[in-house]
């Protein structure tokens, strides 16, 4: 599991777009070696013929706000993905986390 620096948006804002890497933090990338502190050294995640997902939610909440699915950039085995923010979803101020799902077809 691997966290992302903080994220600073403004309610009832839908920008800035989200753009992630997803990678495996068990298998070094192309040419690394692999440190577990070091997420630039973790290989990224083929994301072929897979959906991702962000669940957001407020911190220390059980309850999902919102679910957003995420794009692909492709080519798809580099791990890249984006998404704007669905108007309405930052509609209130407050500490939110967010939960990336990957689901594959296989």
Do not use: C
């Not at 620096?5 to 040419?31: E, H, M, W, Y």
């Not at 072929?48 to 080519?75: C, E, N, Q």
């Amino acid at each position: 599991m691997a966290y992302y620096d903080t994220q600073f948006l403004v309610k009832g804002d839908t920008l800035p777009q989200l753009n992630l890497i997803i990678r495996d933090s068990n298998t070094a990338a192309s040419g690394a070696t692999l440190d577990d502190t070091d997420s630039s050294t973790w290989a990224p995640i083929d994301l072929s013929g897979a959906t991702v997902r962000l669940k957001f939610k407020a911190l220390g909440s059980t309850d999902v706000k919102s679910t957003i699915t995420m794009s692909r950039h492709a080519p798809y085995t580099d791990g890249r993905v984006f998404m704007l923010w669905p108007a309405g979803v930052l509609d209130a101020a407050g500490t939110f986390i967010g939960e990336v799902e990957i689901t594959k077809d296989s």
